[in-house]
């Protein structure tokens, strides 16, 4: 199985998938709570949605093939292959608002987003 982990300070090279500390925390407090260590932030990107493309969050104990696997703080968010050229440069953070606590998507290739903001076209 080939997997590629990003450490943190390639993280933070141009082009690269952030995943903020307030995201990491979260993935961590809802692993703890859930028992299970090895849970992971697992997002992706699949046509649907308004504007032709819609995230998608999971959680997932399992890498597979082609996963790219960034770490912060011991949690670590998962980006398959297909995903990962459509989330270069996007920053994945955890934001508390009218809706509750929720993973976000800050995607500088995201031409175009629906007003709801769960989807958008590259």
Avoid: H
Wanted: net charge negative.
């Amino acid at each position: 199985m080939t997997m590629e982990t990003i450490a943190p300070a390639a993280a933070t090279a141009p082009g690269a998938i952030r995943f903020t500390d307030r995201a990491a925390a979260r993935v961590a407090a809802l692993a703890a709570r859930e028992g299970n260590p090895l849970l992971k932030l697992r997002v992706l990107v699949q046509g649907g949605g308004c504007s032709g493309f819609q995230y998608k969050f999971s959680f997932d104990a399992a890498v597979r093939e082609g996963d790219v696997a960034i770490e912060r703080d011991g949690a670590a968010l998962l980006v398959d292959a297909i995903s990962y050229p459509y989330l270069c440069g996007a920053e994945i953070d955890c934001e508390e608002g009218l809706k509750g606590t929720q993973f976000v998507v800050r995607n500088p290739n995201a031409e175009v987003t629906c007003g709801c903001g769960s989807s958008f076209s590259a």
